[in-house]
């Protein structure tokens, strides 16, 4: 139903990340998988009787154009996710090559 994410050497296919009360899903970005994430997360609801908060929920992508984003949030009806963000204290969409990144994770850590 969605076209899942090919990573690393030995090519995994990624398409989710759970943790507590947050998923991260990974697919292709095209309108066959945005449309069926929508079903998906709907007979999720009708299933278990718990609501998907579309409107706290964001859609961002990588290598992306900004139109078809556009288009992705009108079909999830969710916001536009900005990077870099924070993910459990790391951030996420940034190089990890530039010292600043390193310098932010360890003062963070510090600070905790």
């Known amino acids: 139903m969605v076209e899942s994410l090919e990573i690393g050497r030995k090519r995994l296919n990624v398409n ?16 066959k998988s945005m449309f069926n994430v929508k079903v998906i997360l ?3 609801e009708m299933t278990f009787g718990l609501k998907v908060n579309f409107l706290k929920s964001r859609i961002g992508g990588v290598g992306i154009d900004q139109t078809a984003i556009l288009c992705f949030t009108s079909i999830l009806i969710c916001d536009v ?12 969409g940034e190089s990890h090559k530039r010292g600043e990144f390193w310098n932010e994770v360890v003062n963070r850590s510090r600070a905790d």
């Open 16 to 31: 989710m990340l759970q943790y507590t009360d947050d998923t991260f899903f990974f697919y292709k970005a095209n309108f």
């Open 42 to 44: 709907n007979c999720f």
């Open 81 to 92: 996710m900005k990077t870099p963000f924070k993910y459990l204290g790391m951030p996420v």
